[in-house]
């Protein structure tokens, strides 16, 4: 049986990867913080970690990213997109009003993840401006939070499955600013990864510097790509962390690692001086909404 790093149960990492698996038997390790979650994997103690990396309204998780490029040596081996249905929950009946209503004047503390708090900024600024933001390591983080400490008027942001792991009352339902709020969560691990669903296809994700003092690299880069007609579907500098205006470009090519393109695409790109390396070329998967548990 393989195990998988994720963060605490009942938060949207550990929703999704429920929603990737379809039932097939895993061993879940579960983490308060992302960190503990990435150095699971990479000191061998599991065999793939749960990475969200990226979501429609706040985009790039930069940490998690940085993480994946400067911390630890974890190829992506799996990608699949989720949706971020976030909730305010809370103890049962302390936010009620005589009318049986939420009477949000009750509420003092809203604590969560920064990525879910900033999700539901609009919500927040109409029923509760007043309210104390607390950002926590996760979701269900911030749920147990909320549940060890009654009448003080904490309310968290979480998910279904978090508030009914930790038998708190769901306050207010799809919070979330934009209907279409997805996440995109990687599979990250030294071995690829064999899944019962069917993929949407493949895609590879390569991190590229390019060389100082070279005018016009970075359009020579994207050549290397157009001129074979492969799609990118992203293109995202990062500060390397080791000079001030250095950078490297992530970047996703829709193409497998072994497709007749993207090798000679690489080769070119590296004899321009630039440094490519491979992050991982791995299967993605959609959602499926059909087969998801409604919240």
């Not at 990867?17 to 913080?33: F, P, Q, R, W």
């Not at 630890?72 to 049986?100: R, T």
């Not at 991190?207 to 992203?234: C, I, M």
């Amino acid at each position: 049986m393989k195990s998988i790093a994720v963060l605490p149960q009942g938060s949207v990492s550990h929703e999704a990867l429920l929603h990737l698996l379809g039932g097939e038997s895993v061993d879940l390790v579960h983490h308060k913080l992302i960190s503990e979650v990435f150095l699971s994997t990479a000191g061998g103690t599991t065999d793939y970690s749960v990475i969200p990396i990226e979501n429609t309204i706040e985009g790039s998780v930069s940490l998690h990213i940085d993480w994946l490029i400067n911390e630890v040596n974890l190829p992506m081996q799996a990608e699949w997109i989720f949706p971020s249905i976030q909730n305010l929950i809370g103890h049962p009946q302390e936010f009620k009003g005589a009318d049986g209503k939420t009477d949000y004047s009750k509420i003092v503390r809203i604590l969560s993840h920064p990525v879910a708090t900033a999700q539901c900024g609009q919500y927040i600024r109409e029923h509760a401006p007043w309210a104390e933001l607390e950002p926590t390591g996760s979701t269900s983080g911030a749920v147990e939070i909320v549940k060890d400490n009654p009448g003080k008027g904490w309310a968290a942001i979480g998910t279904t499955l978090g508030a009914a792991t930790h038998g708190l009352e769901i306050v207010a339902r799809r919070i979330t600013d934009h209907n279409n709020n997805f996440t995109r969560f990687v599979l990250v691990g030294p071995e690829p990864v064999a899944l019962a669903r069917k993929s949407n296809g493949d895609k590879t994700s390569l991190l590229v510097t390019l060389p100082e003092d070279f005018p016009g690299a970075l359009h020579q880069v994207l050549a290397a790509f157009s001129w074979r007609k492969l799609n990118l579907s992203r293109i995202e500098s990062r500060p390397t962390k080791k000079k001030l205006g250095t950078y490297y470009f992530y970047i996703d090519v829709l193409e497998p690692i072994e497709s007749v393109l993207l090798p000679g695409a690489i080769e070119e790109i590296k004899a321009l001086g630039c440094q490519v390396r491979i992050l991982g070329s791995y299967p993605t998967y959609t959602y499926e909404e059909e087969k998801a548990e409604v919240q």
